[in-house]
T-cell receptor, first 112, second 112 residues
Framework: DARVTQTPRDKVTEMGQEVTMRCQPI?????VFWYRQTMMQGLELLAY????????DSGMPKDRFSAEMPDATLATLKIQPSEPRDSAVYFC??????????FGPGTRLTVT | QQQVKQSPQSLIVQKGGISIINCAYE??????FPWYQQFPGKGPALLIA?????SEKKEGRFTISFNKSAKQFSLHIMDSQPGDSATYFC???????????FGGGTRVLVKP
């Protein structure tokens, strides 16, 4: 049963700390997306990669967020420094070419 | 600019009834329209999707109706069951493998 995995599932941190979220896409998928979900903004795209190359990161605050794909099996999203307004659930999704996107279980981030 | 508008925000239906959720989009370049189902604490899961070359697609109790000229599409859940209680999101993208723009979500409660 192929699934997108995300770690950690929950993260509580203090304002100003660095946060790193990790995603393992479904094996063989070549497109990886990062979304953020909040009550106020709903689901919004932060960034996405195809064949490990960044295609669009226009939804991401550039001064504090960064997204990378060190290899085909790992995507990372970093926030440095974190702020309370970053509190949200962060989802990774993966897909293959022009097909559907499959979402992971999410990382719930709380910044105090 | 909210490119995909979803209504209603919440819906209560009796078991066996029909749940209807509507979405309207603005960008005529959108050509892929999926619906996702999300349970509390889980990631969105792809339910059903449609492309604008067809006006209706049915999978089990779930049907998408699509009106290209009106730039509207809807999800019908027939014979609604308590297990269908979840939040449903419509979405749109320019191609199946590209970034999704989500509607605001509809929380559906099916009463037994």
């Amino acid at each position: 049963d192929a699934r997108v995995t995300q770690t950690p599932r929950d993260k509580v941190t203090e304002m100003g700390q660095e946060v790193t979220m990790r995603c393992q896409p479904i094996l063989g998928h070549n497109t990886v997306f990062w979304y953020r979900q909040t009550m106020m903004q709903g689901l919004e795209l932060l960034a996405y990669f195809r064949n490990r190359a960044p295609l669009d990161d226009s939804g991401m605050p550039k001064d504090r967020f960064s997204a990378e794909m060190p290899d085909a099996t790992l995507a990372t999203l970093k926030i440095q420094p974190s702020e309370p307004r970053d509190s949200a659930v962060y989802f990774c999704a993966s897909g293959l070419g022009g097909r559907e996107q499959y979402f992971g279980p999410g990382t719930r981030l709380t910044v105090t | 600019q909210q490119q995909v508008k979803q209504s209603p925000q919440s819906l209560i239906v009796q078991k066996g009834g029909i749940s209807i959720i509507n979405c309207a989009y603005e960008n005529t370049a959108f050509d892929y329209f999926p619906w996702y189902q999300q349970f509390p604490g889980k990631g969105p899961a792809l339910l059903i999707a449609i492309r604008p070359d067809v006006s209706e697609k049915k999978e089990g109790r779930f049907t998408i109706s699509f009106n290209k000229s009106a730039k509207q599409f809807s999800l019908h859940i027939m014979d609604s069951q308590p297990g269908d209680s979840a939040t449903y999101f419509c979405a749109a993208s320019k191609a199946a493998g590209n970034k999704l723009t989500f509607g605001g979500g509809t929380r559906v409660l099916v009463k037994p």
